[in-house]
Structures are given as C-alpha cells and as structure tokens.
C-alpha cells in the first residue's frame, strides 16, 4: 500500500494599488501591453527600488491570520536566473528570512478536521507575461513587479482533496483579511503542487514531481490525482522516481508533461538584495495590524454552529464568504430571526444567484429588504410560501420593496377571524364526506380540508388560524 506526499506554494497577488518596489499600476489584468513599467520594475542599471509600505502590511496580516510567527527580522534577496520574462536578470524575494514562519491552518474534508502545516510565507515580485506567436515571442512587463507572496505549506496533505480543501481555505483566509483578491480568472492565485509516493508507514520524503502554475482548483486536483496514479505504477514497477522532477499540466490532455529536472537553490545564486534595506516589524506593528484582523472563517463558522443554529453545511457555505457573511449578519440582526435568516440565505438567495451565476455583490435585494420580508411573514402579514414564492421572485428581479409588492398585488395574508370562519364554514359545508372521514379517524383529511380553503383565497389564508377554526368546527 502506498500513500501519497503533497504540499503545495501558493502564490497571491498582493492587493495593492501599486507594484512592490515602485509606483506604476499593479492592475495589469487585459491593459494594453507594457503600459505599466517603468525603469525599476524594467530593472534599469543605477535604478533604486523602495519597498511598498502597504505590501508589508498586507503579508503580515496574512500571516497573522495563518497563524504564523512574525519574524522581527526578515530581509529581501536576489535570485539570479535569466528569462526573457524577467528583465532585471534576477527576481527579488526572500530567502533565509522570510517574513513569516511556522503558522497552519484547519481545514475539513469529507467531514474530518485535519491541520495543514504552512512552513513560511514570504514576499517577492512578479515577472512579466510572455506570449508566444507564430514567429516569435511577445513580452508584456505590466506585471514585472507586482507584489505578491508565496505561502509554502508542510508535506502535509495526502489527497487531491485534501490539497483542494487547503487551497480553497487560503483563498477564503487571504480574501476575509483583503490581503488579496485571489481571483484566479484575473490569475492573482496560482498553486505548485509537489507530489511524492511512499509506502504507507514509511516516514522518509522521496523525490518528488512539483506541477508548476495550476491556475484552478479543479486543474489543481486533477494534476494532483494524475500524479499519484503515475508515480503508484512507477513504485509498482519497482521503478520510482530517483530524482526531483519539475512537470506541467495540460486540461486538454489531462496529463503532466516533463519540463526539467528540478532546481536547487544553489542553481540561483540567492544574495542580500544590496539595494534594500531588511524588513523590521516591531510588537506595536503587530499589535496594531492584529486589531485590524476581522472575524476569520472558521471563529464564524463555530459562531453559527453553536450560536445561531446552523447545520454544517450551512455554515460552511455562509462562513466561506466574507461578503456573503456579513450580508447574512444583517439580515439575521435586522430580522431578528437567525432561522429564517439561514433560510432565506442559504437556500432561497443562493439558488437564485446560482442559477444566475451571481456573487452577492451584484444582487439587488438589500439585506434590509430581505429582513423586512422575514419580519412580515413572522408578523402574519404574508404566508411563508407566498414570501419565498412570489415576493422574492419580484424583489430578486427588480430590486423592489417587499412591502409594496405585497400591497400592489393584494398577496397579504388573510388573518381576519370574521372572513376566515365563513370561508371554512363554506368549505366544511361543501365536503361533509371529508368532515366524516376525519371524524372517523383519517387525520389526513383534514390536510384536504385545508387545501381546499387555500384554494378558496389563491394561497392568502393563514394557515395556522385556519387549523384552529377548522378543529373547532368539526372537533
Ligand atoms: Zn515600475
């Protein structure tokens, strides 16, 4: 039997307005080509950069939220390779002293807790974009320099899952602190994955394979699973690999491809960045960037467990947004109604924006709107159905006040005692059959009974004083 050694770096784009050691625009996403550069992200001779304040900000409230020690001392270095991609001849990152170390996170799969390990995350800029054409290669710098940082996480994961879980868990922790936007499309996250084989109770690391630039999650299991598949027949072959392999990842072909042996870090010649100075961060620093953390995933994910009553499920979908989190938050506090605010939430809103494929940032029914709607059926003003149904079709579409809808288009419920006792009478009237049936001891012909009252007002009547008028009258 064997079992499978991942882990994975994760690389992040920085949300920042402007490149890690100079001004030009960090937005590099469909800008006409090499618009934003300028000669230190172009690495010019004689040009000096300057570390972006804010980029350091940004990394340690990332690490904080990862649980990772701060170092007080972490410096910049050089490391030196040639591409056309990367006109300074070097990239600037850190390696000895990276900013922060030690930290982990939980994440779950299949229902089980695990810990998942980050060695270190440090900072570092981007290189620029290369496309190559029919007769040769274009070079875009808008990226050369844009901030990010790599989160580097222990050989801790086992399956593809457990690797999609952990990096799903990233991009939700790096989103709640807006230390990145993280969004793949706009390729401001992307994953290697390093993947070894060994028999199952064996503790050494063999050589492993690292799948370079995964740019989903779905790519990013799929690569992993190939993998593993691959490397198992090679043991079972008695052939496992001797040696540390850099490969890549087709969709279209659903294979890693051999790319290059893999490098050490002596193939890099790293050095001190003689141009900037190293990073301190001081206890007053951390202590003001703690304040700054908000609410994280997994402390809102007990919060509505345990306080709000909330399955799992529920929870987890909630908690995983913080936009979606926080419009949740409003609606429950507004409504006064966690139950209902759960419900309308996670089953109601989400299947709408689903099926429009919408994030809630784009929808139009206000969390206050949507309160009001909770409070009306709570107030007897509109039966359940009729909310969920009608009125939130309308306010999903146009945006529309619960409210008026429910005036301009008379769906209130009727709650009248006086009006309810002569529908029921009338209905007791016409089905003396069904009257019997439930006197006999068919409980559920009273269900029939109520059916046919609901007809009578298209829906209208409160189902409750229905029930109650009804039992009396033939109890
Ligand atoms: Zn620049």
């Known amino acids: 039997m064997f079992e499978a050694v991942i882990g994975m770096e994760i690389h992040a784009q920085i949300a920042l307005q402007s490149k890690m050691f100079c001004s030009c625009s960090s937005d590099s996403f469909e800008k006409e080509p090499n618009i934003n550069a300028c000669p230190i992200c172009m690495g010019f001779p004689g040009q000096l950069p300057v570390i972006n304040e804010y980029a350091v900000r940004k990394g340690v409230k990332a690490s904080l939220a990862l649980n990772c020690e701060v170092q007080s001392f972490s410096k910049f270095d050089r490391k030196n390779y040639f591409y056309p991609d990367l006109p300074k001849g070097f990239q600037i990152s850190q390696f000895d002293e990276p900013l922060a170390i030690k930290g ?8 089980e807790r695990k810990r998942v390990g980050i060695t270190r995350l440090h900072l570092e800029d981007d290189a620029g974009k290369l496309t190559h054409v029919e007769n040769g290669t274009l070079c875009d710098y808008n990226r050369s320099g844009v901030a990010l940082m790599e989160i580097v996480s222990d050989p801790d994961m086992r399956s593809a899952a457990e690797a999609g879980a952990y990096a799903r868990m990233v991009q939700t922790i790096l989103r709640y602190t807006g230390s990145s936007d993280a969004d793949m499309e706009k390729g401001m996250m992307r994953f290697d994955a390093s993947v070894s084989i060994r028999p199952v109770g064996d503790t050494k690391l063999y050589p492993r394979a690292e799948i370079k630039n995964l740019n989903s999650f779905k790519s990013l299991e799929s690569a992993i699973d190939y993998e593993i598949e691959k490397q198992i027949e090679m043991w079972e072959e008695g052939k496992p690999m001797d040696k540390e392999i850099t490969v890549g990842w087709t969709d279209i072909k659903g294979k890693t491809y051999f790319l290059r042996n893999k490098e050490g870090a002596d193939d890099y010649r790293y050095f001190a960045e003689p141009d900037l100075p190293p990073v301190n961060v001081t206890e007053e620093f951390l202590e003001e960037i703690r304040k700054e953390l908000p609410e994280m995933p997994t402390e809102k994910f007990v919060r509505y467990t345990e306080q709000m009553g909330m399955s799992t499920a529920e929870a987890e979908m909630i908690a995983a947004s913080k936009d979606l989190a926080k419009y949740f938050d409003e609606v429950a506090e507004l409504s006064g109604d966690n139950k209902r605010a759960t419900t309308f939430v996670s089953t109601i809103l989400m299947a709408h924006l689903n099926k429009n494929v919408m994030e809630i940032g784009e929808c139009k029914v206000t969390s206050k709107a949507l309160a009001d709607l909770i409070k009306m059926v709570n107030d007897g003003k509109i039966s359940m159905n009729m909310a969920k149904g009608e009125v939130f079709e309308e306010m999903f579409e146009k945006g529309s006040d619960p409210v008026k809808i429910v005036e301009e288009k008379g769906l209130g419920q009727v709650s009248d005692a006086g009006e309810l006792s002569k529908i029921c009478e009338q209905v007791v009237a016409d089905n003396s059959g069904s009257v019997e049936d439930y ?37």
């Open 104 to 111: 982990w996170i939980d994440v779950d799969v299949n229902g």
């Open 439 to 475: 006197k006999g001891g068919k409980e559920q012909a009273l269900g029939f009974l109520v059916g046919q009252i609901m007809k009578a007002t298209k829906g209208k009547a409160n189902p409750q004083m229905v029930n109650d008028i009804l039992k009396k009258l033939i109890g």
